[in-house]
């Protein structure tokens, strides 16, 4: 199932097209896809940049035209003699700001193309490489199989970083090859797999959405506003700057999420405003 799938259900539960979600999860992939409609779809941008997290399994000694397990296998290696020392090292080269190849086999756009459409066409694509940052890449067990190695790993890290590429590489600098056979995404931004419904929930409408209150305060910093700070924002006029350049939550006194402010030219100017004017 996609991330467009879920999407589709997702209006026909809320009984509204306007519903987007944070971020693709390959259709190999479980765990968390954060959704917004109507208003919320405005505060998507925002939770889509966060962090998230990721557990998955890399297959070593085996590469994939996919880097993961749908894909046909391109090439195969001998993993006899490969210590956890060695595969702990490789992995540990991956943690910190790096340069990264995105997977061919992903929805990252040529002139306008996804990539997954152009490899499906027979083209050959590979993808600039581009900057991500992995603040967290745990080893949680190593197992030495017949003819591959399985690495679970925990992987926290910025938003457009591959789990498949980790894999992809680390097999590479191996010499094994390597590919992922099963990735759960726990994470996104602060929202988690404790707060997420099952898809049974959301194809039944048996669910209660986040107030866009709590959204906005879970993403950004709280701004408590006067009654004619409401009034002023609702119109889109700005107000005294933010204590800081963060971008804030601005909350009437009944916890409505009013607008987005950021500052600028000396003053908290509305970037996004939920709240009518009257």
């Not at 809320?14 to 409609?37: N, Q, S, Y």
């Not at 499906?120 to 490489?129: C, K």
């Not at 409408?205 to 305060?217: E, I, M």
Request: aromatic content about 4%.
């Amino acid at each position: 199932m996609t991330s467009h799938d879920v999407v589709a259900i997702g209006r026909r539960a809320l009984g509204t097209r306007k519903v987007g979600h944070a971020g693709t999860l390959d259709p190999m992939a479980t765990g968390i896809l954060v959704l917004g409609f109507n208003n919320g779809t405005r505060l998507l941008q925002y939770i889509t940049d966060g962090d998230k997290t990721y557990q998955a399994t890399v297959v070593l000694g085996a590469a994939t035209v996919t880097d993961d397990f749908q894909g046909e296998v391109i090439s195969r290696a001998d993993v006899s003699g490969i210590t956890d020392v060695s595969i702990e090292s490789e992995f540990s080269k991956m943690r910190g700001t790096i340069m990264q190849r995105p997977s061919s086999v992903s929805a990252v756009k040529v002139n306008g193309e996804r990539a997954y459409d152009r490899v499906r066409a027979g083209e050959v694509v590979e993808l600039a490489a581009r900057e991500v940052t992995i603040s967290q890449l745990d080893i949680l067990n190593i197992r030495h199989l017949e003819s591959t190695i399985e690495v679970d790993i925990e992987v926290t890290c910025s938003a457009g970083t591959f789990i498949r590429a980790i894999a992809r590489d680390c097999g590479s600098a191996l010499a094994l090859g390597g590919h992922l056979s099963s990735l759960r995404r726990s994470r996104v931004a602060s929202f988690g797999l404790d707060q997420a419904i099952s898809l049974a929930q959301l194809k039944s409408g048996d669910f209660t959405p986040l107030p866009l209150s709590d959204v906005a305060r879970t993403v950004f910093a709280p701004r408590e506003l006067a009654l004619d700070e409401c009034q002023e924002l609702s119109f889109g006029r700005s107000l005294a700057s933010n204590p800081t350049d963060d971008i804030y939550a601005g909350l009437s006194g009944d916890n409505q999420l009013v607008a987005l402010l950021a500052n600028k030219d000396g003053l908290a100017k509305p970037i996004a405003v939920f709240a009518p004017a009257h």
